[in-house]
Nanobody
């Protein structure tokens, strides 16, 4: 079973940046499609980004050009660089995998971590 531990969340002002990181353990994940999804209070879960074993990435339209997903197979880590943050990006962000269904905005993953909170103030 894959396990995930996220870090890097916090509170920033509009236009700020954060870099989320996730340590993956319990499984060799370099051949898996992995990703991030988010969930704001009272809203549906939303897939944010995915990256497959060939480093092909997908993003939900609302973050294209602002967020970048990457992976470090040597360290079993997944990252999400978030720039030009907006208040609507405020949510709990979860590292997840493997991808099991449709790309973002779908959030179809087999497992996920406890999440890290991102809050963007206006």
């Amino acid at each position: 079973q894959v396990e995930f531990v996220e870090s890097g969340g916090g509170s920033v002002e509009t236009g700020g940046s954060l870099r989320l990181s996730c340590v993956v353990s319990g499984h060799a994940y370099s051949h898996l499609c992995m990703g991030w999804f988010r969930q704001a209070p009272g809203k549906e879960r939303e897939g944010v980004a995915t990256i497959d074993s060939d480093d092909v990435t997908t993003y939900v339209d609302s973050v294209k050009g602002r967020f970048t997903i990457s992976r470090d197979n040597a360290r079993n880590m997944l990252h999400l660089q978030m720039n030009s943050l907006k208040p609507e990006d405020t949510a709990m962000y979860y590292c997840a995998g493997p991808c099991t269904g449709s790309p973002p905005p779908s959030a179809d993953f087999g497992y996920w971590g406890q999440g890290t909170q991102v809050t963007v103030s206006s």
